[in-house]
């Protein structure tokens, strides 16, 4: 079955701290210094408008980038906590390989077909197990990539855009097995749009504008009454340039 493990925490420090955090690619500055510490466990949205550094902040996060700074998941470095996150990207990147065989090459050791068959059921999947997986349709690979995601069992989730191009009772099922990492103790890092599945997940929301972080504040305060400029502008949906 499906079985998330909890990211071992400590109160006094920050689930997810990063500091002086920049990003240089082709000598444009994309993350500019950006400084967060994230006490909450359970969802952490990150929002923004295109092109505001959402996916490079969250490859960052994941190790794949050559960002400078410091980033600590539960007082522990990047480099340790590697092997504990998941992430699943805005465009999935599937083996050129049956479904099933997609969740067996992601397959941790000891994990077993009931597993395997388990998560592909929870997505929706189990009857296109033997199917090329890059045949899948958009939003059938965004599910097969999260299932792939969760058979690791990561401590940390980083989901960019995951539910995007997904129908509303696709959307439900992932929101479902999201909720369930979060309450069994996975701190889920989740890029959206959808400002109704943020206010539905998220405990605290990070803002991004132009590579910086211009607010960072519960759900609840972040829905109700933002504080920066660019949130504001964001939320009542006006073009953010
Ligand atoms: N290798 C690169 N070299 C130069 N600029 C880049 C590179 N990769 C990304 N960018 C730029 O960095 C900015 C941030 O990109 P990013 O993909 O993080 O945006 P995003 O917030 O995820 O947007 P979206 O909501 O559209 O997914 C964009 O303007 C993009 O063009
Ligand atoms: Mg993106």
């Known amino acids: 079955m499906f079985n998330p493990q909890p990211l071992a925490t400590n109160l006094n420090e920050p689930v997810l701290?990063?500091?002086?955090?920049?990003?240089?690619?082709?000598?444009?500055?994309l993350l500019r210094g950006l400084e967060l510490n994230c006490y909450e466990s359970g969802v952490t949205l990150v929002m923004g408008a295109n092109g505001a550094g959402k996916s490079l902040f969250l490859r960052s996060l994941h190790g794949l980038l050559p960002a400078e700074g410091e980033i600590e998941f539960a007082g522990r470095s990047l480099q340790q906590t590697r092997s504990e996150q998941a992430m699943v990207f805005q465009k999935p990147t599937l083996l050129r390989r049956t479904v099933?065989?997609?969740?067996?090459?992601?397959?941790?050791?000891?994990?077993?077909a009931a597993q395997i068959e388990a998560l592909l059921s929870e997505v929706h999947l189990y009857e296109k197990a033997k199917q090329p997986a890059r045949r899948l349709s958009g939003g059938e690979q965004q599910r097969l990539a999260l299932a792939r995601a969760l058979l690791t069992q990561p401590k940390i989730l980083l989901l960019d855009e995951p539910t995007a191009s997904l129908d509303p009772g696709s959307v439900l099922i992932i929101e479902r097995l999201i909720q369930q990492a979060a309450d069994a103790g996975v701190k889920v890092i989740f890029v959206s749009h959808d400002i109704g599945q943020a206010k539905r997940l998220a405990s605290d929301v990070v803002f991004l504008h132009q590579g910086k972080i211009t607010e960072h504040t519960s759900a609840q305060n972040f829905f109700h009454q933002p504080v920066s400029r660019e949130a504001q502008a964001y939320l009542a949906g006006e073009l953010l340039i």
């Open 17 to 29: 701290a990063v500091r002086s955090l920049r990003l240089l690619l082709n000598g444009q500055e």
């Open 100 to 112: 099933e065989q997609n969740m067996l090459f992601a397959a941790p050791e000891g994990a077993t």
